[in-house]
């Protein structure tokens, strides 16, 4: 077993702490306007520090802030699943999700009815709990490159999700990926992408991702999916809106949905 290392210092603010308190009941007994007034000063300096200093409320806000600026569309993905099942019904029998932290969401699309799930991490995989590593064997999640053709056939998929991926590639890639996605789809493409000046990534995951994330506006996509021959799913628009209305689902994400090519 493991322990922890002690604090010298902690070990020598105990050891001080007697002495210092017999000495100061000592003069509590000859002067108790003294006693008093260290407490008040002790009082005062102590809440100067917790407001002003680096550890304290005032250090907290930055933390705060940049807590914020982190949001996760694969985390989105997760809070819209049972709205993707009103939306898609019998579409999200077989479903492939692509993107960081693809074990969790083929884990909660595994535990719906009816749902058969896989996955791909296109990032390298770093500390992976059990759950994860088990999928990893079972060939249920795949580490993989996406700017490379995707291990499987045309059509494997009654459909398949992205998120926190694209947003890393750049146009030449995404030329390639793109259309990689919508081939290996049966019944449609799902594509949750950031916000510019929403999302962004945390620093410790820019050395996984490579760079930072392009976060593009709806108008671009949109260019952008006629430029490749790819149509928005209007029926399906209009399923996920109402689905989305009725639970009063507001995503933090922007969500495209794609036809597959036929």
């Known amino acids: 077993m493991s322990r922890r290392p002690v604090n010298p ?6 050891s001080a702490s007697v002495p210092f308190t017999n000495s100061l009941h000592s ?4 002067s108790p306007f003294l006693s008093i007034g260290l407490v008040l000063v002790g009082a005062l300096l102590l809440i100067g520090y917790s407001y002003s200093g680096p550890g ?10 940049k807590a ?20 898609y019904a019998d579409s999200t029998r077989k479903v492939l999700h692509v993107g960081p932290d693809t074990c969790s969401v083929v884990s909660k699309l595994l535990k719906e009815d009816d749902t058969e799930a896989w996955g791909v991490e296109p990032y390298e995989i770093e500390d992976a709990d059990g759950n994860c590593k088990s999928l990893i064997r079972k060939g249920i999640v795949r580490v993989a490159d996406i700017k490379f053709p995707l291990p499987y056939r045309a059509r494997s998929f009654n459909l398949v999700l992205v998120s926190d991926a694209l947003d ?25 992408a950031g916000y510019p000046g929403k999302q962004r ?25 006629v430029q490749t021959g790819l149509e928005e799913n209007e029926s399906a628009i209009k399923k996920f809106e109402q689905a989305a209305n009725k639970r009063a689902y507001q995503p933090s994400c922007q969500v495209f949905h794609l036809s597959s090519y036929h």
């Open 9 to 14: 210092a902690r070990r020598f603010a105990d």
């Open 68 to 87: 914020e600026g982190d949001l996760s569309c694969t985390s989105e993905v997760l809070r819209a699943i049972p709205i993707l099942k009103k939306a």
């Open 168 to 192: 890393y590639l750049s146009p030449k890639y995404l030329n390639r990926t793109l259309p990689e996605l919508a081939r290996v789809s049966a019944d449609g493409l799902v594509i949750f």
């Open 56 to 65: 304290g409320f005032g250090g907290d806000s930055n933390v705060v802030s």
């Open 27 to 30: 003069k509590s007994r000859s």
């Open 201 to 225: 990534a945390k620093v410790a995951e820019l050395s996984k991702f490579g760079r930072p994330a392009k976060l593009r506006s709806s108008s671009w996509w949109i260019r952008y999916f």
